[in-house]
């Protein structure tokens, strides 16, 4: 492979020149990747790893017509937005042709937060109202604008919640405020939304919008319960806001069922403002907004012009149309629900075997496995799962794990994941799971053995920190600042307690 460094060296740079607070994935031994193709990853020495993280190469790692289109258009002409260009008009119309009929005006971005930024500012100028709803362990991006709106990236005891931003309950019928054995989970976590709307009224506060993805990801993979965003949509829309459905994670056909999440909800419920971003370009940076007419002549009033330099460019745009020929050509929405379904199947008799797993959820390749110590009271396998994704690694599967608890292992791997990887995975999972669960003493009914394992899962007093060489993490930090495959105290003490 060829290599400007050793391992070595460009850990070093990293450390020296790359900003602390930008993690990698596997923190404590890192995968130094060189090249990939499809569904597989391959390190300097040649590795392959079976890739169940990468909902960016969404058609496939380096695929060879969206490379062949970037290099085509690219060696012909590459030029700002302002110049009249056919591959824009182009996409606009092609992905406005994948939506409701009312969703028909296009404004390109770079990147997913490019794009919920501005569905913000199109939200607020619609009619001028500022507040915005969003959910609890949300994330929408890395501005300004978004972090304050992202629960996910709030830090307990430092970040202040600003005035205009409300947090609503994250709707998941596992874990949260109303559960599966709730008559009627939707419209309970919808009025909790109304609730909050009818607390801004009473301060003099005005409802701009509620943002949300369609599924959760950062939140722990949660699929909101049937009629809930239409009900939020109905009363968000009788307080003046509007509703903006984030599809930057979850849209593209992932689903299986659909070509977007929301889409799952019926033909009746339809988002005002739709964004979208990572797999748009298969890992080329470009993202848009879709938006009704309506919105968008609102925002044009405003008399400031919208121009983005690279947003929608010739070569974005050619990328973007060849994804959407990949998607349409190789059925991948299709693959999605055909491996989804198989892969959801193989998963499930694993919970009927394995006490650590408490719930599968999730639609097409967008599944989440919540780990629990009890199955009961549900009590996150935080270290466990922590441990789970390093072992998985050693097998040559790369698995993250999010969630409020850093608990949940999320899947959703390129779309033209297939059965043998499907049965590949759960074969690993099955393995570690086993070994695991023998070490901690988790018994048939899925509950930890008590005292003694909870004596022989203590943290030890000194564990090693994340990276070499730095110091203590601060005691107050979110959990969140530790996920997605960060090594953690806990997964340094489940390691030297099992020697696998």
Same mark, same amino acid.
């Given at each position: 492979?060829?290599?400007?460094?050793?391992?070595?060296?460009?850990?070093?740079?990293? =450390?020296?020149?790359?900003?602390?607070?930008?993690?990698?994935?596997?923190?404590?031994?890192?995968?130094?990747?060189?090249?990939?193709?499809?569904?597989?990853?391959?390190?300097?020495?040649?590795? =392959?790893?079976?890739?169940?993280?990468?909902?960016?190469?969404?058609?496939?790692?380096?695929?060879?017509?969206?490379?062949?289109?970037?290099?085509?258009?690219?060696?012909?002409?590459?030029?700002?937005?302002?110049?009249?260009?056919?591959?824009?008009?182009?996409?606009?119309?092609?992905?406005?042709?994948?939506?409701?009929?009312?969703?028909?005006?296009?404004?390109?971005?770079?990147?997913?937060?490019?794009?919920?930024?501005?569905?913000?500012?199109?939200?607020?100028?619609?009619?001028?109202?500022?507040?915005?709803?969003?959910?609890?362990?949300?994330?929408?991006?890395?501005?300004?604008?978004?972090?304050?709106?992202?629960?996910?990236?709030? =830090?307990?005891?430092?970040?202040?919640?600003?005035?205009?931003?409300?947090?609503?309950?994250?709707?998941?019928?596992?874990?949260?405020?109303?559960?599966?054995?709730?008559?009627?989970?939707?419209?309970?976590?919808?009025?909790?939304?109304?609730?909050?709307?009818?607390?801004?009224?009473?301060?003099?506060?005005?409802?701009?919008?509620?943002?949300?993805?369609?599924?959760?990801?950062?939140?722990?993979?949660?699929?909101?319960?049937?009629?809930?965003?239409?009900?939020?949509?109905?009363?968000?829309?009788?307080?003046?806001?509007?509703?903006?459905?984030?599809?930057? /994670?979850?849209?593209?056909?992932?689903?299986?069922?659909?070509?977007?999440?929301?889409?799952?909800?019926?033909?009746?419920?339809?988002?005002?403002?739709?964004?979208?971003?990572?797999?748009?370009?298969?890992?080329?940076?470009?993202?848009?907004?879709?938006?009704?007419?309506?919105?968008?002549?609102?925002?044009?009033?405003?008399?400031?012009?919208?121009? %983005?330099?690279?947003?929608? %460019?010739?070569?974005?745009?050619?990328?973007?149309?060849?994804?959407?020929?990949?998607?349409?050509?190789?059925?991948? /929405?299709? %693959?999605?629900?055909?491996?989804?379904?198989?892969?959801?199947?193989?998963?499930?008799?694993?919970?009927?075997?394995?006490?650590?797993?408490?719930?599968?959820?999730?639609?097409?390749?967008? !599944?989440?496995?919540?780990?629990?110590?009890?199955?009961?009271? =549900?009590?996150?396998?935080?270290?466990?799962?922590?441990?789970?994704?390093?072992?998985?690694?050693?097998?040559?599967?790369?698995?993250?794990?999010?969630?409020?608890?850093? %608990?949940?292992?999320? !899947?959703?791997?390129?779309?033209?994941?297939?059965?043998?990887?499907?049965?590949?995975?759960?074969?690993?999972?099955?393995?570690?799971?086993?070994?695991?669960?023998?070490?901690?003493?988790?018994?048939?009914?899925?509950?930890?053995?008590?005292?003694?394992?909870?004596?022989?899962?203590?943290?030890?007093?000194?564990?090693?920190?994340?990276?070499?060489?730095?110091?203590?993490?601060?005691?107050?930090?979110?959990?969140?600042?530790?996920?997605?495959?960060?090594?953690?105290?806990?997964?340094?003490?489940?390691?030297?307690?099992?020697?696998?």
């Amino acid at each position: 492979m060829c290599e400007l460094y050793s391992k070595q060296d460009t850990l070093a740079l990293r =450390r020296r020149h790359i900003g602390p607070s930008c993690k990698m994935f596997f923190a404590a031994d890192p995968i130094k990747i060189v090249r990939a193709q499809r569904q597989y990853m391959f390190d300097e020495k040649g590795e =392959r790893y079976l890739d169940c993280i990468n909902n960016v190469a969404h058609v496939g790692h380096c695929h060879p017509e969206v490379v062949k289109a970037a290099a085509k258009q690219m060696e012909l002409l590459n030029t700002n937005s302002r110049f009249l260009h056919d591959n824009i008009v182009e996409y606009a119309k092609r992905i406005c042709a994948t939506l409701p009929e009312k969703l028909s005006v296009c404004y390109f971005t770079n990147s997913g937060s490019e794009a919920n930024d501005l569905a913000l500012r199109l939200a607020r100028q619609f009619r001028g109202h500022q507040d915005v709803i969003t959910l609890d362990h949300a994330y929408h991006g890395h501005l300004t604008s978004l972090i304050e709106i992202s629960p996910y990236k709030f =830090r307990k005891g430092k970040d202040v919640k600003k005035e205009f931003v409300h947090v609503a309950p994250i709707p998941d019928t596992y874990r949260g405020k109303y559960r599966e054995d709730h008559a009627d989970p939707a419209s309970a976590y919808a009025d909790e939304v109304q609730k909050i709307i009818e607390e801004a009224h009473k301060n003099g506060r005005k409802i701009a919008a509620f943002i949300a993805e369609s599924m959760q990801s950062c939140g722990g993979q949660v699929i909101p319960p049937a009629g809930y965003f239409q009900k939020v949509a109905e009363y968000v829309r009788a307080a003046g806001g509007v509703f903006i459905a984030d599809e930057v /994670q979850v849209g593209f056909g992932r689903v299986g069922t659909h070509f977007w999440s929301f889409q799952m909800h019926g033909e009746a419920f339809v988002p005002d403002i739709v964004t979208m971003g990572k797999p748009m370009g298969n890992g080329h940076p470009v993202a848009c907004v879709v938006t009704t007419k309506d919105i968008a002549e609102a925002f044009s009033s405003s008399g400031m012009e919208y121009f %983005n330099t690279y947003g929608g %460019n010739p070569v974005s745009s050619a990328v973007a149309l060849a994804v959407l020929d990949v998607i349409e050509n190789e059925d991948l /929405q299709g %693959n999605a629900t055909r491996v989804g379904s198989y892969l959801t199947e193989l998963l499930n008799k694993q919970k009927a075997k394995h006490p650590l797993i408490g719930d599968v959820r999730g639609v097409g390749l967008f !599944i989440g496995i919540d780990l629990v110590k009890d199955h009961q009271r =549900r009590t996150p396998a935080t270290a466990e799962a922590q441990h789970i994704i390093y072992k998985m690694k050693e097998k040559r599967v790369l698995l993250s794990a999010d969630g409020p608890h850093r %608990n949940v292992l999320k !899947i959703k791997p390129p779309m033209c994941f297939t059965e043998e990887d499907a049965q590949f995975l759960v074969d690993q999972l099955d393995e570690i799971l086993t070994v695991l669960e023998e070490a901690i003493g988790a018994n048939s009914e899925g509950v930890a053995t008590s005292e003694n394992t909870s004596r022989r899962t203590k943290k030890p007093k000194e564990a090693h920190l994340e990276l070499s060489g730095e110091g203590a993490p601060d005691q107050k930090e979110n959990p969140s600042q530790k996920r997605n495959g960060l090594c953690t105290d806990k997964h340094s003490q489940l390691s030297k307690r099992l020697k696998t």
